[in-house]
């Protein structure tokens, strides 16, 4: 499958800092989330090199993820089940009760789709399908994988 990651400045390396640390976003089509000029890359995987999110805790290997977890409910400040239930991207941090201040909610939520991102490569997989705001994306782990990105 080809999908395609948009930056604003040219990618030479992937390291763990930032944000999504060596993860990037792809989508199966171009997107731009950037107001000035951008770099277009596509990649090639495998579909099953991808695990959708909402599978995440019904993989044979799910207990594995308990750390992820723990790191969620300590964040969010919520019960296991509903700290499964936002790394599945089945609940989101805005419409939950939760003890997070308003104008952090996004933060957290980004931070919740990093940790997915992890649970996807512990349980032996490349990404993560969600969904955001532009629909479907794909958090994929780029670590020492930057000769993969393709420049359109």
């Known amino acids: 499958m080809k999908l395609f990651h948009t930056s604003p400045a040219e990618i030479t390396e992937i390291n763990s800092f930032g944000r999504f640390g060596e993860f990037l976003f792809f989508a199966d089509e171009e997107y731009v989330m950037t107001a000035g000029d951008h770099i277009t890359y596509s990649i090639e995987i495998d579909e099953d090199d991808i695990i959708e999110a909402g599978r995440l805790f019904y ?21 296991e089940d509903t700290a499964e239930e936002l790394i599945a991207q089945n609940e989101d941090v805005h419409s939950i009760d939760c003890d997070i201040e308003p104008e952090d909610l996004a933060e957290a939520s980004w931070d919740i789709q990093r940790i997915a991102g992890e649970a996807a490569v512990i349980l032996g997989y490349r990404g993560v399908e969600m969904e955001d705001e532009q629909g479907t994306a794909y958090l994929i782990s780029m670590k020492s994988r930057e000769a993969d990105l393709d420049a359109a």
């Open 59 to 79: 993989h044979d290997d799910a207990e594995k993820l308990q750390g992820l977890v723990e790191r969620v409910m300590e964040v969010v400040g919520c019960d």
